[in-house]
């Protein structure tokens, strides 16, 4: 099992220009999740999904839109890049919902590292 | 601000030492995780510990949670060179789907 992937690993945008980020699981997890990691901020949850067709909103959703066509898949796109969202991007899965649940640990991809100039 | 805060934000120890992180927050959670992250990777689970627990241990990791402070802790004995990397809490928020992660401490084990 791959796990959760991510692509791609790095890019540099202009600002002003959009892009996609993919983030595949193979671990037939319902709820996802798209987090960015900045110097000194820890981890900030910008969207989530608990289901195929479902998504939500976290701490940081501006300028972000997510998307859940399919279950192993959770895509995070920015539509007009801004300087602010250089960052670190991580993806990640979970086989339970993270209420009520004995063990509900979270699986991440690797990160995709995005420079907008 | 963040949930949870980390302390110290950066620790250097010889090998073979014990390690001791801090995490505190604000709000009643569900539970509580730490996660390691290696540089230039992503995050790997290491344990939770659940609201109603006090102690737990998995291999070298003590994790033991403090609800009437709002606080945990992780201690890593006998540490490895390999143990070298940023430990994170984060905490799941009673209500609310999601992990709330603190800033991280940075820990560097010296040969």
């Known amino acids: 099992n791959a796990g959760v992937t991510q692509t791609p690993k790095f890019r540099v945008l202009k600002t002003g220009q959009s892009m996609t980020l993919l983030c595949a699981q193979d671990?037939?997890?319902?709820?996802m999740y798209w987090y960015r990691q900045d110097p000194g901020m820890g981890l900030r949850l910008i969207h989530y999904?608990?289901?195929?067709?479902?998504?939500a909103k976290g701490e940081v959703p501006d300028g972000y839109n997510v998307s859940r066509l399919k279950k192993q898949n959770f895509l995070l796109g920015l539509e007009s890049a801004a300087p602010s969202q250089t960052s670190v991007y991580f993806c990640?899965?979970?086989?339970?919902?993270?209420?009520?649940?004995?063990?509900?640990?979270?699986?991440f991809g690797p990160g995709t590292r995005l420079t907008v100039l | 601000s963040q949930q949870g805060e980390e302390d110290p934000q950066a620790l250097s120890i010889q090998e073979g030492e014990n390690a001791t992180m801090n995490c505190s927050y604000k709000?009643?959670?569900?539970?509580l995780q730490w996660y390691r992250q290696n540089s230039g990777r992503g995050l790997v689970h290491l344990i939770l510990?659940?609201?109603?627990?006090r102690e737990k241990h998995s291999g070298r990791l003590r994790v033991t949670l403090d609800t009437s402070k709002k606080s945990s802790s992780l201690l890593i004995t006998a540490s490895r060179a390999a143990d070298t990397a940023s430990y994170f809490c984060?905490?799941?928020?009673?209500?609310?789907?999601?992990?709330?992660f603190g800033q991280g401490t940075r820990l560097t084990i010296n040969p």
């Open positions: 990640a899965s979970s086989y339970l919902p993270l209420q009520g649940n004995l063990y509900n640990e979270q699986f």
């Open positions: 671990m037939n997890h319902e709820y």
């Open positions: 999904s608990v289901g195929e067709g479902t998504t």
């Open positions: 709000t009643s959670i569900n539970n």
């Open positions: 510990i659940r609201s109603n627990e």
């Open positions: 984060a905490t799941v928020i009673q209500g609310a789907q999601k992990l709330v």
